[in-house]
Structure formats: structure tokens, C-alpha cells
């Protein structure tokens, strides 16, 4: 019996141990990550609404219920529009999908976060040539009519296509706007 007991202790001594070192690692990286997030969602604003100067945090003005798979990550609001983080899910796991719309409800820009999609499919959805496809279309417009599927990345695309439409439901129900 005492020979149990040696072995055990020596792994809960383990365990205690290897569980400091871990909650001491996060905790000292937690800011260094949350900065590099931000600064990438930053960068991601700027590109899917170049007119904006300054961004201000909106989301708790919105729904933050799930439907259909969507969760609004996040909203901000700047002097050229709103810029919508929505995750919606895709082949690979959730697909984070960055929207700009400008006051006059024309979306300016579409960037694809942080993703697991694979690397010679789904990633296609991530290259300008899909998400320009969005650029210039009206808050009103059907982004299943408006925008071609990506042939082979059907998943993908469709999904970057319902998160585009939800962000611009959304935008719609802010605005007063029609939607679809």
C-alpha cells in the first residue's frame, strides 16, 4: 500500500507544478496577445474601411444572440461607417468574417480572419478576388444573387456570404434600411 502512495504524490507534485507554470505563462502573455489581436482587428478596419479614422465599439447596441450559426463578434463605429466582426461557421469551424459598410450603406470592404478552412480550398475565400466581389454592393442587395460561390469552395464561400448578409441585416435594422 505505501508503495502507492510515493508514485501519487510525486504525480500530484507534477501536476501543482506544471499548472503554475501555465497560469503563470498566461498570465504573463495575456496583454502581449490581446495587444497583437487588437492591432490586427485595427489593421482589418482599416482595410475594409479606409475612410475611417477612429473606431468606437458598438456591439452591445446590437443582437448578441446566435442565430443560424452567427455570433456578431464584434461592431465598431467610426466617422465613415461600421465595421462588423461576425463569426459564421464554415467547413473547417468557425470562419471570422470582417465587414465594412459606409454611411450610405455600400459595403467598402470584406476580410476573412482567423480561420481553419483548408489550406488549398477554403483559404481561396481569404484572396481579393472572392472578397472584392462584395465591394460596391448595397446593404439591400441579395449577396446570395449578388455574389458568385467559389467553385469547390461552396461551404466557404457560402458562409462568408451569410455572414456579409447578416452584417448587412444588421446594418439595415440600425439604419432603417429595407435589408433582405
Partial sequence: MRDIFKPAFSLLIICVVITFLVTLTYNVTKDTIRDRELEELNTAMAEVLPEGKTFKEITNEFIKNETDGFKIDGVYESNAGIVFSILTPGYGGDVAVIIGIGNNGIIKGVRLGSNNETPSLGKQAEK?????????LSTNDSMTDSVDSISGVTITSNAVKKAVQEACNQYNKRKGGTGK
Avoid: G, L, Y
Fill in 128 to 136: 481579393p478576388f472572392f472578397t472584392s466581389r462584395f465591394n460596391k
